[in-house]
Every structure is written in C-alpha cells, then in structure tokens.
C-alpha cells in the first residue's frame, strides 16, 4: 500500500506539473491552438481520480469505480453507433450485462466471470434484436454491440479482478498496468509528433509511426523496469517482460479502437474529432493490456 500511495503521489505531482505548463503556455502563447492538450489533461485527472479509488481502498469501492469506468466507455461507444429504434433494446441488454459481470468478480467465480460475455452473452444478444421489428441492419448493430462489450466490458473488467485474484499484490499490479499503459500511449503520440515519419495505418491514425512505437516500446520496457520492485512481488526477468507485453498488447489496442471508430463514424468527422478527447480514447489500450496482461500472471504466477 505505501509503495501505492508513493506512486500515485508521483503521478498527483507529475499531472500537476503538466497542468501549469499548460496554462501558462496557453497564455503566453494564445495565437496557439492548446485545446487538444488541455482536453487530454481533464481525462487524465479523471482516469487519476478512478484509478485512485482502484487502488487506495477496499476491493468493492474498487470494483463499483471500474464499473462506472467501464459503463461510460462503453456509452461513448454506442454513441459512434448509427442506430435505429428497433437497436434501442440492445443497448439496454449490454449495459445490463454490466452489472452482472462485475458480480461474477465480486463473488470470485473465475469460471463465469471469463464465458459470461465471450459465450453466453454472445448467444443470447442476437435475441432481443431478432424480437424487435425488421432484419435491416441486423449483422452490423450486434457484432458492433458485441465488439464493444468484448473491448469495454470484458476486457476492461479484468482491472477488477486483480484485487479479487490476490488482495495481497492486487492494487499495486494494477498500478503498475495503468501506469505504464498510460506511458506507453504519451510516449508513442509524441515520439510520432516529433519524429514519427512512417505511419503504421494512415488512414486509422495518421499519430501512430513505427518511430513512436519503438520509442514507447524502449520507454515503457526500462521504466518497467525500474518500478516493478516497488508494485510488483516479479523477478527482473519477468519485470523486463512485462513492460514489452503492455507495450506490444497496448500498441494493438489502440490501433484496433482507432480503426473501430474510423469504420463506425465513417462520413461524420465532427463526431471523430470530438471523440478523440474522450475516456474512449484513454482507455483504448487498456482493453488489449488488461486481459493479456491478467492471464498471463495467471498462467505464470501461484498468487493469482
């Protein structure tokens, strides 16, 4: 818990950091447009303000923050979606999935928790849409529907278990997770601003260059190095390894949500532009890193 607290100090301290020199940048240099940074830095202090709560307290504030997290990720989801009347009643099925994978973590019942959205949910979604009147659009408002459970809900709900899984590491790991996902992003997108040059997919994101990916790749990978000692009980070995998977598994998060949006909002530019801001856009990675980054202490690891 301390090792916790002193971390989420130095993030407190480099956010606030952050925040002055953007004011007075964008004071100073008013002719300038600073609006993207300043919207980045709001979400930032939000997700610090949840992830604060995920990681200080008992494992139920935890799991009832995440929850709220993981609702309003997958709101802003649905809202990319073009949507008819007849959908309205699939989106109230998935946000009532919510709740109920949450409980799966409540009461540690790994068996469920894991088929719920993957298996039963994928079969039973298709029902309430085959109810509601006309077949136009059917494929595309369910597999997007369910795409977003799988990314929001699913992937994002493993951040819960890891203080279910092993109360005694739980919220130094996740942490750790966040932390360095959250690196691996900031390094990538200004490594790619800087001196990014060959873009990955140019038309998903044109801010994603194999230059920024190698420059988080080597950050993410060192830095975890240096603070596994202090949030996780791993050796250096597996130290070393686990900031090369969250940058690997977090690079294709956020290359898969970037091409989500930019094949749901194809022909609505105003709507991208402004979703670029939102937690959907911070949590992205979280999705890929959070799922991978569980099992893979599970299958390594006796504590979890």
């Known amino acids: 818990m301390e090792s916790s607290l002193f971390t989420l100090v130095l993030i407190f301290i480099v956010l606030s950091v952050v925040h002055c020199m953007y004011y007075v940048m964008s004071r100073k240099e008013s002719h300038k447009d600073y609006s993207g940074i300043g919207l980045r830095i709001k979400t930032w202090w939000g997700m610090f303000f949840i992830f604060c709560l995920a990681t200080l307290f008992n494992p139920v504030v935890s799991l009832l923050s995440l929850m709220v997290l993981t609702f309003f990720a997958l709101k802003e989801y649905f809202s990319m979606i073009r949507t008819r009347k007849a959908d309205r009643r699939l989106f109230l099925w998935a946000y009532l999935s919510i709740p109920v994978q949450f409980y799966w973590i409540y009461i540690e ?12 949910i994928f079969l039973f979604l298709p029902i309430p849409r085959l109810i509601s009147k006309g077949t ?10 369910q795409w977003g459970l799988m990314l929001m809900v699913f992937g994002l709900s493993h951040l819960a278990y890891f203080q279910f899984a092993t109360p005694q590491y739980g919220a130094g790991l996740v942490l ?7 690196l691996n992003d900031v390094i990538h997108y200004l490594a790619s601003i800087y001196f990014g040059k060959r873009k990955v997919v140019p038309t998903s994101n044109p801010n994603l260059t194999w230059e920024g990916f190698a420059s988080a790749f080597l950050v993410t990978t060192g830095v975890s190095y240096l603070i596994y000692p202090y949030l996780t009980p791993f050796g250096p070995a597996f130290g070393i390894l686990s900031g090369m998977l969250i940058s690997l598994s977090g690079f294709f998060g956020s290359l898969t949500v970037s091409v989500l949006k930019r094949d749901l909002l194809i022909g609505d530019g105003e709507k991208f532009d402004a979703l670029k801001q939102s937690y959907l856009s911070r949590v992205d990675s979280l999705t890929y890193t959070s799922p991978v980054f569980f099992h893979v202490i599970r299958y390594f690891f006796d504590f979890m």
């Open 109 to 120: 019942w790994y068996g469920m928790f894991i088929v719920f959205i993957p298996i039963y």
């Open 136 to 145: 136009v659009g059917f494929l595309r408002n369910v597999s997007s529907t």
């Open 176 to 182: 750790f997770l966040v932390v360095l996902t959250q």
